[in-house]
Structures are given as structure tokens and as C-alpha cells.
């Protein structure tokens, strides 16, 4: 059998779009997510930074933008235990060439002693816009914008922001 040049063509691109297709971008980044978060708890700076892309930044619900160093120093002085028990999960993600947009919701929780002296329950649950950007054959963050910040206590939404 004979294969003409356009013939050859059509199968190289049905190869590729198929081997696009099985790359799943949600589970892709879902296991990035879950290498940060991490690297995160264990304040593994080498893993984090392993991460992040330079120039990082994060941008808050008050729309204050912060780069790694103070981002990881804000996770330093959150609620003991919310590191490790925050759960990041991904809604949408979309590749585009060397770029990906990430919607992301991360979701925490953790006790501590209320106004009274007694344990009160804090949830934390933050959506964030994230972008990812590719280098060489690693996804490394670029950026994190929160869009949505919900603060329970005792199962009362006691805080609600949303950009």
C-alpha cells in the first residue's frame, strides 16, 4: 500500500489530536495542585519554589498582590493545622500552546478557642483564577487571583467576599 503525502499528514494530526485528547487537563493539573498543597503543608520551601514560576504572584480577595516569598510567609502564620488539612480541587482548566487557565477551589478547615475560651470550627473555602505557563515539559504557576472567599465558623458563614 501507498502512502501519499497528505495521507501521511491527516495521520499525524489524528495521532496528535488523539494523544491531546487522552491528556486529561483537569487531572493534569489536579496533580500540581496536590504537589503544592504539599509541599505547602510541610513548608518545603525547595518543593514549593520547584512550583512556582518566577515572578509569582498571588492576588487576595482585597485585591493586594503579594509574590512568593510573602505568600509563603502568610501560610506560615495561618490557623495551626489549616495547611494540613486544606484540600485544593480543580473546576475548569483549559490549555492553550505553552498557557493554561485554572479555576481552582481550595477549601480548608481547622478548630481553635472562639471568644469564649471554648473550640469554635473555622472552614475556609477560596475560588481562585490561576494561570500556569510551561516550561520545557513542567507546568509552573504564574499567577493566583481569589474570586470568591467564604469564612464559616461553627457552620455559620460569618465573612463572604467575592471579586
Known amino acids: 500500500m501507498r502512502f501519499t503525502p497528505w495521507l501521511g499528514g491527516i495521520v499525524a494530526v489524528a495521532l496528535?489530536?488523539?494523544a491531546a485528547a487522552q491528556e486529561d487537563p483537569k487531572a493534569l493539573f489536579q496533580a500540581r495542585y496536590?504537589?503544592?498543597r504539599?509541599?505547602?503543608a510541610a513548608q518545603d520551601q525547595a518543593a514549593v519554589s520547584a512550583i512556582l514560576a518566577p515572578g509569582y504572584t498571588m492576588t487576595d480577595i482585597q485585591g493586594e498582590v503579594r509574590d512568593a516569598s510573602a505568600v509563603s510567609?502568610?501560610?506560615q502564620r495561618m490557623p495551626g493545622g489549616i495547611g494540613?488539612?486544606?484540600v485544593t480541587t480543580v473546576l475548569e482548566a483549559t490549555v492553550t500552546g505553552d498557557t493554561a487557565a485554572v479555576k481552582q477551589q481550595l477549601a480548608a478547615k481547622t478548630t481553635r478557642p472562639?471568644?469564649?475560651g471554648n473550640d469554635m470550627a473555622l472552614e475556609f473555602e477560596?475560588?481562585?483564577n490561576d494561570t500556569w505557563v510551561k516550561s520545557g515539559e513542567v507546568w509552573l504557576l504564574?499567577?493566583?487571583v481569589q474570586k470568591d472567599l467564604t469564612v464559616k465558623r461553627d457552620g455559620e458563614v460569618f465573612f463572604k467576599q467575592s471579586n
Open 126 to 128: 477560596v475560588v481562585s
Open 16 to 18: 496528535a489530536s488523539a
Open 142 to 144: 504564574k499567577s493566583s
Open 84 to 86: 494540613r488539612n486544606a
Open 73 to 75: 510567609t502568610l501560610m
Open 34 to 36: 496536590d504537589a503544592f
Open 114 to 116: 472562639g471568644p469564649d
Open 38 to 40: 504539599g509541599a505547602m
